[in-house]
């Protein structure tokens, strides 16, 4: 079975420690704090997403109820339940981003 010559030379040595390589791990990771940019582009994603899914929701339910007739006057309606819940979303979401700042 091969074995490679720095795990090797561990073996013999008795040294069960293990190796740490200063190149891969001196730096930690940045945090969400120390790049804003990428913080206000999270939250205006998930605001879109919350509000995708709302007018996908609504389209749906439009769909099955049949509340309006006809297909393309579904979207209309769905359309602006999707801006208003992505609306409210970012908000939310930009207030307690702000929230969290504070404390």
């Given amino acids: 079975m091969p074995v490679c010559s ?4 561990e073996y013999q040595n008795e040294v069960l420690q293990p190796i740490t390589d200063n190149a891969t791990w001196a730096s930690q990771p940045p945090t969400a704090d120390q790049r804003p940019g990428e913080a206000r582009l999270e939250t205006a994603l998930t605001a879109v997403v919350v509000g995708l899914t709302a007018q996908f929701v609504v389209f749906i339910f439009g769909l099955a109820a049949q509340f309006v007739p006809s297909l393309s006057g579904s979207v209309l309606p769905s359309s602006l339940v999707g801006l208003g819940i992505g609306a409210v979303a970012f908000a939310l979401l930009r207030g ?8």
Avoid at 6 to 9: D, E, I, Q, Y
């Fill in 96 to 103: 307690y981003d702000q929230a969290k700042l504070r404390w």
């Fill in 6 to 9: 720095r795990c090797a030379s």
